[in-house]
């Protein structure tokens, strides 16, 4: 098992920025990517971004050049650096793990995100007004 907790969302305005935090812990050496995906609400899963084994990463279209993914191995904590943020990103966000190989490359397709992953956190809230 593999637990997932989450921390840093909030209320910022347009235009700001946060740091959300993921402390994973458990049989984390099991995973083959960690990423970050959002739901807004009434809507799919979002795959927002993710990072492989050998430190690959993927980003969803609207978030490339704004949002950063980044892994601390030591401490087992997952990093979404989110800058420039608009009122479309608010929504939950939620770290997850993947136990497929190449997962890191399909985590930003609907398909995976809503249908494959198998943990995930709690999630944290995060809301840019305009």
């Known amino acids: 098992q593999v637990e997932l907790v989450e921390s840093g969302g909030g209320s910022v305005q347009a235009g700001g920025s946060l740091r959300l935090s993921c402390a994973a812990s458990?049989?984390?050496?099991?995973?083959?990517?960690m990423g970050w995906f959002r739901q807004a609400g009434g809507k799919e899963r979002e795959g927002v971004a993710a990072?492989?084994?050998?430190?690959?990463?993927t980003y969803a279209d609207p978030v490339k050049g704004r949002f950063t993914i980044s892994q601390d191995n030591a401490k087992n904590i997952l990093y979404l650096e989110m800058n420039t943020l608009k009122p479309e990103d608010t929504a939950m966000y939620y770290c997850?793990?993947?136990?497929?190989?190449?997962?890191?490359?399909?985590?930003?397709?609907?398909?995976?995100?809503?249908?494959?992953?198998?943990?995930w956190g709690q999630g944290t809230l995060v809301t840019v007004s305009s």
């Open positions: 997850a793990a993947g136990f497929q190989p190449k997962c890191a490359a399909r985590f930003t397709s609907s398909d995976y995100v809503n249908r494959y992953l198998e943990r």
């Open positions: 990072i492989g084994r050998d430190g690959s990463t």
């Open positions: 458990g049989y984390v050496s099991n995973t083959y990517c």
